[in-house]
């Protein structure tokens, strides 16, 4: 069975924490949107597919699997991990490694909003004086709240060093995406933080030396980070 995946083809965004999972699990997938047109790829098939099926996504990404249409980040994390050893096979095990999960989306939401803070249909141009006071807060306040949070978890974990212990889930994937988009578009706070955060760290290089998460790394399957995508480096956002 051979996945399709449905995200915009140019940006890592929220669909790079789907592909993550799947590369380490090493499944088969279709990136449908970054593939030829004549073959059915591209942006426009994207928007297309968007309005059909009895229960449409409402946004990218979202996961085909068979006859399951399945939208949201951390609902298709959920799928997944199931399916490929990605998080525990007992529920409360599951439920946990959601709800951290569900923390770090809450998390890219606000890393989104620095950038965004008045209207998702305004360009960053027109709300530069308003992301600068939403980036102060994010990156003095905000940052370290949600990764000191994971950097009590770990802390409480059972030996291992990861999220729950011995077994990596697809919560460490997500939390190492996380802290590589707040390395670059806060690369001074997040130099700052670090001695902080050892734990998280240490999660973000154990997850990077994966071979098969390497492997995507270096390869063009590998979006690079920009100003287009959610985590964006402004300068003037991240004095030093």
Known sequence: MTYQLHYWPTIQGRGEFVRLALEEAGAAYVDVARGDEDDGGGEEALMADLAQGDHPPFAPPYLVDGDL??????????????????????????????????????LVAEAHDVHHPVGMGLYYEDQKDEAARRAKEFRTQRIKKFLGWFETVLERAPKGGWLTGE?????????????????????????????????????????????????????DRRIAFSTEGIFRHYPELDPG
Do not use: C
């Open 69 to 106: 249409v399945i939208g949201q980040t951390a609902n298709i994390l959920l799928h997944l991990g199931l399916r490929h050893g990605l998080a525990p096979k007992a529920e409360a095990g599951r439920l946990w490694v959601n709800q951290l999960q569900l923390t770090i989306a809450d």
């Open 167 to 219: 077994d990596l889930t697809y919560a460490d994937l997500s939390l190492f995406q996380a802290v590589e988009g707040l390395a670059y578009a806060f690369p001074h706070a997040m130099k700052r933080l670090a001695p902080k955060i050892e734990r998280v760290i240490a999660v973000r290089d154990a997850v990077a030396k994966r071979p098969n998460i390497a492997a995507y790394l270096k390869s």
